[in-house]
């Protein structure tokens, strides 16, 4: 019983990590060259927190991840129903489509509504 309350202690909270990553968050980026006995996880957060790194990753929420969010909320893509590599890559396929027609659908209407030139006869 002892060692788990030891172990308890020991391990950060999610509040600590919080506070940590807030910190460096604020810290000024790193100069200089990077140094070479740095682990790729140490070198990655390294890269993150320079000025490309974080205009390059502040980028990435603008254009990749809102389309998952989005094929998650709208088409319920949060898990595969089939089993099996090739047929989850199909049923993906199937989701990667319906949005995409999701997205020329709307294009569409939207142009309609402005007088474009889809949905004249």
Known sequence: MKSQTTKRLTEKSPCEDW?????????PPPRGRMPGNLSTRERMDRKLLTRR???LYRLRGQTVEPVFGQM???QGADGFMMRGEEEARGEWSLHC???NFRKL?????????SGGKWLRN
Do not use: L
Not at 19 to 27: E, I, L, V
């Open 97 to 99: 489509t319906g949005h």
């Open 105 to 113: 659908h709307s294009a569409s209407v939207r142009q309609g509504k």
């Open 53 to 55: 790194g974080r205009t």
């Open 72 to 74: 998650k909320e709208i």
């Open 19 to 27: 506070k940590q990553r807030k910190a460096m968050r604020d810290a």
